[in-house]
């Protein structure tokens, strides 16, 4: 079975410090990750993808996901957070002809 | 140009009511979704239509039924209400399933509150 586990529900950073957001996937056959971002009274925006054609993947505002077959795990990282990254995060996998979201974690910026 | 639009945005009803909601999307997708968004964020599928044809129907009451006029169209009803239904519910589109790593483009949702 496909399934992917976010670790933390709620992530803090100051701003300009280090986002890491921990994803980690179970799947039996490679995968197909997604980062999907979720401003606040906002749809689900899509940040990047992973399909196997390069295991460091970059995507949109700064976000970049590597992919790592030996951890199952497909963290999100972004190097200096500004205070328009808080928003909720989700961490997605492709399992038939649907896509199984992890439980979100929300990402909170400190001024 | 909205790539996935839903309406209404807010809906708010009483219990036992019947209410609408419709999505289109004008990206030329193939497959179309709904899915609901509770209160702690947790976002599941609902159903899943692939060229006004039915393709995922998860467990979910009968009283929710989804309709698809043609492929840029896809609304989902709900025959009597119950405060459990209240939630955000989100329409998103995508290419054809067959293809490789297909992404989903998602509407604004729709937040339904059942008093």
């Known amino acids: 079975a496909q399934s992917v586990t976010q670790l933390g529900s709620h992530v803090s950073v100051s701003e300009g410090a280090l986002v890491l957001l921990r994803c980690n996937y179970s799947?039996?056959?490679?995968?197909?990750l997604f980062w999907y971002v979720q401003y606040p009274n906002q749809g689900l925006q899509l940040l990047l993808k992973y399909t196997s054609a390069a295991t460091l993947v970059k995507g949109i505002n700064g976000f970049e996901a590597e992919f790592k077959k030996s951890e199952t795990s497909f963290h999100l990282t972004k190097p200096s957070a500004h205070m328009s990254d808080a928003a909720e995060y989700f961490c997605?996998?492709?399992?038939?002809?649907?896509?199984?979201f992890g439980k979100g974690t929300r990402l909170h910026i400190l001024p | 140009d909205t790539a996935v639009s839903q309406t209404p945005k807010y809906l708010v009803t009483q219990m036992g009511n019947d209410k609408s909601i419709k999505c289109e999307q004008n990206l030329g997708h193939d497959t179309m979704y709904w899915y609901k968004q509770d209160s702690k964020k947790f976002l599941k599928i609902m159903f899943s239509?692939?060229?006004?044809?039915?393709?995922i129907n998860e467990t979910v009451p009968n009283r929710f039924s989804p309709k698809s006029p043609d492929k840029a169209h896809l609304n989902l009803h709900i025959n009597s209400l119950e405060l459990g239904d209240s939630a955000v519910y989100f329409c998103?589109?995508?290419?054809?399933?067959?293809?490789?790593?297909?992404?989903?483009?998602f509407g604004p949702g729709t937040r339904l509150t059942v008093t």
């Open positions: 239509y692939n060229n006004k044809e039915l393709i």
């Open positions: 997605a996998v492709r399992k038939d002809d649907k896509i199984i």
């Open positions: 998103a589109s995508s290419q054809d399933p067959p293809g490789l790593a297909y992404e989903q483009y």
């Open positions: 799947s039996s056959v490679p995968p197909y």
